[in-house]
T-cell receptor, first 117, second 112 residues
Framework: AQSVTQLGSHVSVSEGALVLLRCNYS??????LFWYVQYPNQGLQLLLK??????LVKGINGFEAEFKKSETSFHLTKPSAHMSDAAEYFC???????????????FGQGTILTVHP | DAGVTQSPTHLIKTRGQQVTLRCSPKSGHDTVSWYQQALGQGPQFIFQYYEEEERQRGNFPDRFSGHQFPNYSSELNVNALLLGDSALYLCASNPRNTGELFFGEGSRLTVL
């Protein structure tokens, strides 16, 4: 069984400030971990993914995340926020078990990021 | 290259009715998954199809059913609609042996 906890349903930062969105996971098997972004009235867009290679993962739009097995965390960061980063962000986990595990993601509740001028 | 396309984008139904939502996967993808996203919530896995069969299912009642066609497109059917079925229904596709899902923009269902 797998689960994801996103700490903080709302995060507010100033433009240019560090963005930190927190995600902790629980998985009984080695996980694949993902961050997705969702803009209003749109589907989900993949920001980055961890699939058991490098623990520091770089994604699109300047985002990155670090897989920390000892802390069961996969926090998302961006050094300098931009107004266009305002959106809802979802952390998700799937089992790294190949085959039928692909496609079945367990999502967190989401974190709404607000960026102030 | 078209991504995942879903139809209709919006629809309104009344309690007790039935609805069918459609999804065309991204080119080259043979696996389709469906998710329900209630307002203010993260998406929840409904089921996954490949080779025209349901392969995995989440915690959803039998009112939710699906189908996959030989061209890999898929339908989600919901019978006996309840108010609580109001949500954004997302379709995602992936090639069988990778974990990267591509999502469509969803079908927003409102049940009155």
């Amino acid at each position: 069984a797998q689960s994801v906890t996103q700490l903080g349903s709302h995060v507010s930062v100033s433009e240019g400030a560090l963005v930190l969105l927190r995600c902790n996971y629980s998985s009984s098997v080695p996980p694949y971990l993902f961050w997705y972004v969702q803009y209003p009235n749109q589907g989900l867009q993949l920001l980055l993914k961890y699939t058991s290679a490098a623990t520091l993962v770089k994604g699109i739009n300047g985002f990155e995340a670090e897989f920390k097995k000892s802390e069961t965390s996969f926090h998302l960061t961006k050094p300098s926020a931009h107004m266009s980063d305002a959106a809802e962000y979802f952390c998700a986990v799937s089992a790294n078990a190949g085959g039928t595990s692909y496609g079945k993601l367990t999502f967190g509740q989401g974190t709404i990021l607000t960026v102030h001028p | 290259d078209a991504g995942v396309t879903q139809s209709p984008t919006h629809l309104i139904k009344t309690r007790g009715q039935q609805v069918t939502l459609r999804c065309s996967p991204k080119s080259g993808h043979d696996t389709v998954s469906w998710y329900q996203q209630a307002l203010g919530q993260g998406p929840q896995f409904i089921f996954q199809y490949y080779e025209e069969e349901e392969r995995q299912r989440g915690n959803f009642p039998d009112r939710f059913s699906g189908h996959q066609f030989p061209n890999y497109s898929s339908e989600l059917n919901v019978n006996a609609l309840l108010l609580g079925d109001s949500a954004l229904y997302l379709c995602a596709s992936n090639p069988r042996n990778t974990g990267e899902l591509f999502f469509g923009e969803g079908s927003r269902l409102t049940v009155l």
